[in-house]
């Protein structure tokens, strides 16, 4: 199952400049960040090649980060390719609290990444249904 | 003036498993223990009329020490306030010949002008002995390594432990305040077992002993005693769970000596308050009336046994209670409770009365709430407002934007539900608000009237 990295930041400058400091010096490599944010502070999201290691690293420096399991699909980058997924998830029930996508290959593939109540079952769904649940290791890899 | 209490009964076993430093003064009976502070206070009165405020002032009142013949005739004294100590400045409140004065201290200010106290050698050496008192018991002995934290100089924390802790005949290391890798150095190469320490700075340290890859417990620090500065009983329990010591509180202020008034023993339920050295009252703050045990005022305070500078029926502003009930320690010395704030760190918010301390109380008993806070007041569209600004505790965080928000909706009802007032809620990354090596500042009342 894919982690995500978040991390609680106040929303001034120099934040992302900070975090990613960190990350820099253990060289750590991020495939997708994104941030949700709510007036004074936000969560800062990174898919990396080492989740574990970049959340160790972030609280030794005296950031409050966390590691979130996550569901990451592969889906085609063309159009219709999210709604297929979205369909599965509405049949079944399964509401998405945060997401986003990034693509791997123009008019291939793209990921879709989101964080749902209850990971394993969402993954089961899907996979029955014909998708590619990416593992930790198959994510950071692409 | 409620002077009697009932009778404390105390098993022989109890009275062996517990410490004193004198046991005869610290478990007398309470007719024994009156019978010292009448004599005492007899003593000290005729010693302060022949000082320049109290001729003056036993002059205006119509005081004659010499018919002050019951405790309760204490009541006909005028009280003494910060502000004559400080238009006294700087001898009018000296009873002794200037060449027996040998020390003298000062108030660190935290509200205005530094107020002045002298003491002679037998007044350190008292002071040093309820130091002692104290300490002991809380456990500490001869074979404690003692490393003090607390600042030395005129502010009384830093040489009123020092002396009580070398005259117990700890190993004393003073460190005074700051410096902070040296602190974690020496406590790592001499083997300190007990430090003196401001709550705030407590939790500065237990950080940085962390950031240096060292589990705080693992130092072998087994108790602080933590003074200087109000704090609510979870910032102990903080520091007590974060550092793995044993907490202790004590209390003083420089125009009672320092440090060593009263203190906590071992059951840690209230501080003993020294009665051989100190007539305790507790008032109404606004009538001046002495209140009941176990209702609480403002604290008063008369020295019975002091040379260089007596001072009675001294406000010390501070907010408490007694505890009456016999503590099982065996001690008879009647305890004060936390102190809940200071008559003067009082705000007005919105016509409302709030002290940080309720603030503190509230927060502190929020898991996700890390260790350090600020309280800002302004005044926006003429209505005042009140900014909370908490650090979140990294180890609490779990990445959801929901729970964060969730978060400040329970502290916002949990402090409306406490000071009827609505604060906005600001949360902070951990570590994000200056650390605090002295006494915390937390309020910043930023509004122009």
């Known amino acids: 199952m894919p982690h995500q990295v978040s991390v609680f930041a106040e929303n001034r400058p120099g934040k992302i400049e900070r975090i990613t400091g960190v990350l820099l010096k253990k060289v750590i490599d991020i495939r997708a960040i994104t941030i949700s944010d709510s007036g004074d502070y936000g969560i800062v999201k990174l898919l990396v090649d080492r989740p574990q290691e970049a959340v160790d690293a972030l609280k030794e420096d005296g950031i409050a980060a966390t590691l979130r399991d996550i569901v990451a699909i592969r889906v085609k980058d063309k159009p219709g390719g999210l709604y297929e997924v979205a369909s599965i998830l509405t049949k079944n029930d399964v509401n998405v609290e945060d997401a986003y996508g990034f693509i791997i290959e123009r008019k291939k593939d793209a990921i879709f990444v989101f964080q749902v109540q209850d990971v394993r079952r969402t993954e089961k769904l899907l996979s029955e249904a014909g998708f590619t649940i990416l593992s930790d290791s198959e994510l950071y890899l692409l | 003036m409620s002077l009697f209490i009932a009778p404390v009964k105390i098993s022989n076993a109890t009275r062996e498993r517990t410490m004193y430093w004198n046991q005869e003064i610290e478990t007398i009976d309470r007719t024994g223990l009156l019978k010292i502070q009448l004599e ?203 550092f793995g010591v044993n907490a202790y509180n004590s209390y003083g202020m420089s125009e009672m000596n320092g440090p060593g008034v009263a203190f906590e023993c071992v059951h840690k339920n209230g501080m003993h308050l020294w009665e051989d050295y100190y007539f305790a009252e507790i008032i109404d703050p606004d009538t001046g009336e002495n209140l009941p045990d176990g209702d609480e005022g403002e604290l008063v305070l008369t020295h019975l046994n002091r040379e ?142």
């Not at chain 2, 406000?315 to 003067?344: A, N, Q, S, V």
């Not at chain 2, 604060?423 to 002295?438: D, F, H, R, T, V």
């Open chain 2, 40 to 242: 005492r206070l007899k003593k000290a009165l005729e010693a302060g009329a022949a000082t320049p405020f109290y001729k003056k002032a036993f002059a205006e009142h119509g005081i004659d020490p010499a018919k002050i013949t019951t405790l309760d005739h204490l009541k006909d004294i005028p009280f003494t306030t910060k502000n004559d100590l400080r238009v006294s400045y700087p001898d009018g409140m000296i009873a002794v010949p200037k060449r027996s004065i040998v020390r003298m201290h000062a108030s660190s200010g935290t509200t205005g002008k530094p107020t002045v106290i002298f003491y002679t050698m037998k007044d350190v050496d008292e002071w040093a002995n309820q130091v002692a008192r104290g300490m002991v018991a809380t456990g500490t002995t001869p074979d404690d390594v003692f490393q003090n934290m607390m600042g030395y100089g005129l502010f009384t924390g830093g040489l009123g432990l020092h002396y009580g802790a070398e005259k117990l005949g700890c190993l004393v290391i003073p460190m005074s305040t700051g410096n902070t890798l040296k602190q974690i150095q020496f406590i790592q190469d001499f083997g300190s077992t007990v430090i003196h320490i401001t709550p705030s700075y407590a939790l500065h340290l237990v950080e940085e002993i962390r950031a240096h890859g060292v589990n705080p417990p693992d130092l072998g620090v087994k108790k602080a005693y933590l003074g200087a500065e109000p704090y609510s009983e979870g910032t102990r329990d903080k520091i007590q769970e974060q």
């Open chain 2, 308 to 449: 260089a500078m007596p001072v009675f029926r001294y406000r010390t502003r501070d907010l408490t209670r007694f505890i009456p009930e016999p503590c099982p320690c065996g001690r008879t010395h009647r305890r004060i409770g936390r102190i809940k704030g200071r008559t003067d760190d009082m705000m007005i918010v919105s016509g409302v009365n709030v002290f940080p301390s309720q603030i503190e109380t509230v927060l502190m008993n929020i898991p996700e709430v890390g260790n350090n806070y600020q309280i800002v007041l302004e005044r926006e569209n003429n209505l005042d407002r009140m900014h909370i600004r908490v650090e979140l505790y990294s180890k609490m965080f779990h990445g959801d934007i929901r729970q964060l928000e969730r978060l400040k909706k329970k502290m916002g009802e949990a402090l409306r539900a406490i000071i009827t007032i609505n604060p906005k809620i600001e949360l902070l990354e951990p570590g994000s608000l200056p650390p605090s090596q002295g006494k915390a500042k937390r309020v910043f009342d930023n509004r122009s009237l």
